[in-house]
Each structure stands twice: as structure tokens, then as C-alpha cells.
């Protein structure tokens, strides 16, 4: 059953050009592709873990029984915007679950950060490791870049920090999964300062942009930096302990920022070529208003490892920072389908026009960067996307026959 959501089910949500999607929800034409996809790990984690907790009641093996097709023909016919607001409730409960657990397993958080490697090591290590054997160039990353600590996760699986097994020279650390991950799973928050696209601008950051790969824009244009979130994770520990040591009676709550182990989502790698993404990065709102049904309890909130520049906007509660009084927005890494024991991947979806891509980098879904960057496709790369895209359907029709045959066959 695996095998069949992977292969047939996820690249139907993948490919959708359903022209009711841009007439049924505004903004950006990529952010309507992310919401299906989203939504139709959503419906299916929903299933999988209702069937999971009915086992465990009536005390009988598990076993994956959705039906792929009547799941789908039933989903399909959702408009967009439920789908969104189903994706919303979905990934509300979701965070607020993991927030419940962090501050359950430790009221003071966990950092999930391994040590920072010093730049010369850093630079010594790709430097050799560009000839190195194998052996060699393990030993190395051992030695250069030290694993964080395991991370629990309320599903039962582990995620962890270490060095990443992309085959390029950028990758530095990546994000593994340990365990069993379903699709539709919260694997990494994105944490980082937020800037407007105007705040960005008169910060004096845009030059830098295209030097900074770890700047993440939402669909509504606000950014985050996810750059010095370590670094300065790492600063405020000591400063901490120097004060302890002093005799200070300094809080450790401002910590807890810093403390979120799943604000990792700034060391998810783009995919090295061949390799398609696993994750998918969603936009979304940490509720504060307490009317809404699914907020995000006061003492949860020190957990958002989000903040806004502070010269633009007011001051909610201590150290959180917010636009509109009503949610701290931010981006948030969703499971595109089963995990098991692997390095997280994501599409950067990188300018296929303007960006001063890396040479190791290449596109997973070359229209989808067109798409996301708002940028028109050349008609030759339009012609080759119709053809693959036959050839596809070709494959998947075949897949789904000789399926329906084995069936038959076994009947």
C-alpha cells in the first residue's frame, strides 16, 4: 500500500492542472499546488492513524486498508478552500501536540543543535574530502561535524541532526528521520527572525540575499532568516551559564526559544540530483487569539522559534513578536509521504531565471520553480513537460491495470 501512495497517488496531487484551483483561492498559483498536496497527506495520516488506534483497542494486527481510489474520488471533489481550512485545523492540532510534548518531556525545552563547527574545520574538510577515500572522508565529517542529539517525536519515530549524505559540497549538516514517518507527519519547524518584504529592503539585506541560502519566503512575502538561529541559540546558552556562574538570577525562559527540538527546518538539504523531496515547506500561523478553537496556549508560546524584527512592530506578551496581533507566521516542514530511516529532503524551488544557482543544484520539479518564482516558461521546456506527462499517464494507467489484474487473478 505504501508502493501505491508513493508511485501512483502522490503524483496525481503532484501534477494536478486543474483549472478550478486558481479560480477557487487567491495569491500565488504555487501555493494552490502545496495546498492538495498538503491536504491529501492530511486526509490520509487522518485514516492511518484512526485505523492504528482501532487495532490497539481491539487488540488485533494493524493493516493499512485504505482505498486509494475511493479515498481520492472522494477527496477530489473537496473544493480548495477546504482543503485549506482542513489543512489548517489538521497541522493546528498537530503543532499544538508537539508543543504539549516538549514541554512534557522538559519544561525547559531540548536543544536539538549539535556543537558549531569552527569555519577552518568546516574549510578542511572540503578541501580534502574532494579527494579523499572513503574511510577518510567519514572519519573527517565525524571529527568536523558532531551529531545533535536524538529527538523524540509524539509519533514514535526520532529525528536528529547530523552530516548530511548529499553527494555535494554545500550539503554541510542534514536532518534525518529514524523510525516510521506516515505522510502528512510535522518533521521541523522553520526558525528564524521574520521581515516583510519592505522590513527586508530597508534592513539593507537585499544585496546579501542571494549570499544567504538560508532565507525561506512565505507566500505573502514575509521572510525568514533562519541563518544565525544556531549561532545565536549557542550565544544565549553561555551567556547563561556565565551568568549562573556569576551568581545572576537570570530567567531561563528566554531560552526556550531556542529550545524547541523541532526548529530544525533550517537544516533540511535541497535534494542532491536523482533524489525527488520528501518534505514540503507550508506556510503557517501560530494562533494566539483564544477564540479560535485550536490556539496555541500562553504558556506553549515561549516555544515559537519565531520573532519579528523588533524596530517594526509592537511587543506581545515578552519576547514575542507578531504583525497583526492574532498569529506569529512562520513555515513549517510536512512529510510528502512514508519515511523510514532517511534524510530529509526539500525542494528549494530556487529562480530558475534570476538565482546564481550552485552548479551541483538541479530543479525536482522544474515547473513547479517556474511557478513558485512567477516567472514564464520557455515554450520548448512547456512542449517537453506535455510529453513527459503523457508518457506518465502511460505509466500510471499501466500500473493501475496490472494492479486491477493480480486482483482479479487472486479473486
Known sequence: MKWVFNNIFMPIANRL??????????????MKYDVVKVAWTQHYRNHYYDLLKESKKKNIPFVDNFEHEKEWA???RLSIPAQYRANKKNLNRQVNSLFEFIAKEDPRGTNPYPPIPLESEVKRFK???KNAKEKLDDRLAEEVYKEGPKIAH???????IKKSKADHPDSGFGVFVEGDCPPGTLVGIYPGS????????DAGMTERMYENEYLVARYDDIIIDGRDWPLRSYEAHVNLSLLDLAGGQ???DALRKFRNPF??????NHPPSGTKPNVLLYNYEFLLEEENEDFLPKELRPFIPNEMNRKYVRKFDRDLYYIDGKNIPTVIAVALRHLKNEELFLDYRLNPVKSKTPEWYTHPNIEESYRRSLEPMPQGLIEELK??????????DASLAAKENNQLKKE
Not at 23 to 30: A, E, I, T
Not at 194 to 201: D, I, P, Q, V
Open 263 to 268: 526548529a530544525i527546518g533550517n537544516f533540511i
Open 74 to 76: 472522494a477527496f477530489s
Open 194 to 201: 521574520l521581515y516583510t518584504n519592505s522590513e527586508f529592503h
Open 250 to 252: 537570570q530567567s531561563h
Open 154 to 160: 509524539p509519533d514514535g519515530f526520532h529525528l536528529q
Open 387 to 396: 510529453k513527459e506527462e503523457e508518457e506518465w499517464k502511460k505509466s500510471r
Open 127 to 129: 578541501q580534502l574530502s
Open 17 to 30: 492542472e486543474n483549472s478550478a484551483i486558481g479560480r477557487s483561492l487567491g495569491g500565488h498559483p504555487q
